[in-house]
């Protein structure tokens, strides 16, 4: 005998999902806001971009091209990669959606980090399956502790490097021993969303990884560094069979053409990206430097924010001090539900926004800035 329901109701698990909640963008009755919570760049598009984009705009009764060719050709030649092994999408949580989708089932696991980007969670419940979220050390991503979780149930694992929240990373020789460990039908996924700004010679995208093994992927972001976040840019690095894989079931137009199209300007745009860099270098250490100088707690980022942790101490804990910032227009971002019930990350700015941020920090832990 059926059962009759009285509402459409979703598959198990949906509704335990918790869902993705980005950085707030208002304060409200405050004349002048600056919104530092979500990552985004103080630099904005290169002006080839945005050139590109408007360009676009003469052909929008046109689909665009599926391939999106010359974006891909365009990460291919500044990278040194064949296009073949390039797939691009809305976004790059669209493909981190498309991993799971194509890779992951009921009974399947993925491993993710305690503080790792709350994506990996969403897009496997989303497709049935289970994410075992391991330990982190000092907040950065533990090898052992990730081989150590490893079962016959595991099907992906994700790795944000650098980390999200965090700013910290794992160098190259850890992603190495990591990989050597994991099954070789397991996914190891490299999320490499800010390689753009990282300057440590350990460190490696993971171009190399994918290049010389059948089981690893990086995803890279237009989002940060490129200042294209609107766009919904996002590309993936991985073997031909995953590649092939993930094309026969993600949409057949999965890209706008002002996004393929400004998206090729701004990777050809080089100079931009390191001035981008360099300013973001300058910023992330005189923000460290004054915050550490007013009594707080930072983890030390090469990424382009920062993590701010605040005393356990009536007046003065990270919600204390997100009402106090917001009320003079700076947004931060809260991260509980990454783990961090006591800091706050904080995005770098252009420089009157870090100073303003700095003094009124200063003025609330009662400190001279």
């Not at 992906?156 to 910290?168: D, L, S």
């Not at 039908?185 to 059948?214: K, P, Q, T």
């Not at 745009?269 to 300058?282: C, E, V």
Request: proline share 6%.
């Amino acid at each position: 005998m059926s059962i009759e329901m009285s509402k459409p109701v979703p598959r198990p698990g949906i509704l335990e999902i918790a869902a993705y909640v980005p950085g707030k963008e208002h304060a409200p009755g405050v004349a002048r806001v600056y919104k530092l919570s979500s990552n985004e760049t103080p630099l904005g598009a290169s002006p080839k971009a945005i050139a590109a984009f408007k360009a676009a705009a003469d052909n929008l009764e046109r689909y665009p091209d599926g391939q999106a060719r010359e974006l891909r050709g365009a990460i291919a030649a500044v990278h040194g990669l064949n296009p073949a092994n390039i797939l691009c999408g809305n976004g790059s949580d669209e493909l981190l959606g498309l991993l799971c989708h194509v890779y992951l089932g009921p009974r399947d696991e993925s491993i993710v980090t305690e503080h790792g980007f709350l994506i990996y969670k969403i897009q496997t419940m989303a497709a049935g399956a289970t994410p075992v979220v391991v330990k982190e050390k000092d907040h950065t991503v533990d090898v052992d502790s990730i081989l150590a979780a490893v079962t016959e149930k595991t099907k992906i694992v994700f790795i944000a490097n650098p980390g999200n929240p965090t700013g910290t990373y794992i160098p190259v020789s850890e992603i190495r021993r990591l990989q050597a460990g994991l099954p070789k039908h397991v996914i190891l996924v490299l999320d490499a969303a800010y390689a753009e700004y990282v300057r440590r010679n350990d460190y490696e995208a993971g171009i190399e990884v994918v290049s010389s093994n059948a089981n690893v992927v990086m995803t890279r972001t237009f989002s940060k560094a490129y200042g294209l976040a609107a766009l919904r840019i996002g590309w993936m690095y991985a073997p031909a069979d995953i590649v092939d894989a993930l094309q026969r079931v993600r949409a057949p137009f999965n890209m706008n053409a002002p996004a393929i199209a400004a998206g090729a300007a701004a990777i050809r745009d080089q100079s931009f990206i390191q001035d981008a860099a360099s300013f973001n270098q300058l910023w992330i250490e005189k923000l460290t430097d004054a915050f550490v100088a007013l009594g707080l707690k930072v983890t030390p980022s090469v990424a382009n924010f920062v993590l701010i942790h605040f005393p356990d101490a009536d007046g003065k804990r990270a919600a204390d001090a997100d009402e106090f910032l917001t009320s003079r227009g700076y947004i931060l971002r809260a991260v509980r539900a990454y783990g961090f019930p006591n800091s706050l990350r904080m995005s770098i700015g252009p420089e009157e926004a870090n100073r303003g941020v700095i003094e009124a920090l200063g003025e609330f832990m009662g400190r001279k800035a």
